[in-house]
């Protein structure tokens, strides 16, 4: 009999990860659920609030994502959200589409030590613990095992990471290497296509 195992599977779980300091109302999020919703109504969508801890962050998630099928799971991170969408690819061996990510959080981060505010909700405040840079050190994967799971949309623009740094992290990975644009990615929407194309849903 043929093996059905190389046939990719229809995707039927996708989660969001959002990044430092950032929430499920962020724009990119937004624009995600929206589109998900309007066109993809058949897919689980599943964007959760991130507590600050990136070991009780992983935590949600593993629990949340325990019974996906990891055939036809997905994930798509933004920034420290990309950072975290690696270590959840790496775990699953599902896809993943890294948006501006973080690629050395527990150095970036040390700066941050103390209280934080969150972008969309400035009266939401949270402090960013000494200890949370050792728990995203142990979440640092060393190298891709498939590195063609992987979609990189890597703006030269970013005026908060290195678009070199990212680069040479996801080399083996699809990249998308725009000129200009920022950290946010203000152009996302002329990126879905890419997105939805890469996830098998265009």
Request: proline share 8%; with cysteine.
């Amino acid at each position: 009999m043929p093996s059905q195992q190389h046939s990719p599977q229809p995707l039927t779980h996708l989660l969001y990860l959002h990044g430092f300091r950032s929430s499920p109302q962020s724009a990119k999020a937004g624009a995600m659920a929206q589109l998900m919703a309007r066109q993809q109504p058949q897919v689980h969508w599943w964007c959760p609030q991130l507590p600050p801890s990136p070991r009780a962050a992983m935590a949600l998630v593993r629990q949340g994502i325990a019974h996906w099928p990891r055939e036809s799971m997905a994930v798509v991170g933004s920034s420290l959200g990309g950072f975290y969408a690696t270590w959840i690819a790496e775990q699953t061996g599902c896809k993943a589409v890294l948006l501006n990510p973080a690629v050395e959080p527990a150095r970036d981060l040390a700066n941050y030590i103390g209280e934080q505010t969150n972008w969309h909700e400035p009266q939401q405040r949270f402090f960013f613990q000494p200890e949370f840079v050792d728990e995203l050190r142990a979440l640092q994967c060393q190298g891709l095992r498939q590195p063609g799971n992987y979609l990189a949309i890597i703006a030269k623009g970013d005026e908060v990471l290195d678009w070199r740094e990212m680069q040479a992290r996801y080399g083996g990975a699809q990249i998308r290497l725009l000129e200009g644009g920022d950290h946010a990615l203000s152009d996302f929407e002329a990126q879905l296509p890419a997105v939805l194309a890469f996830l098998g849903l265009a």
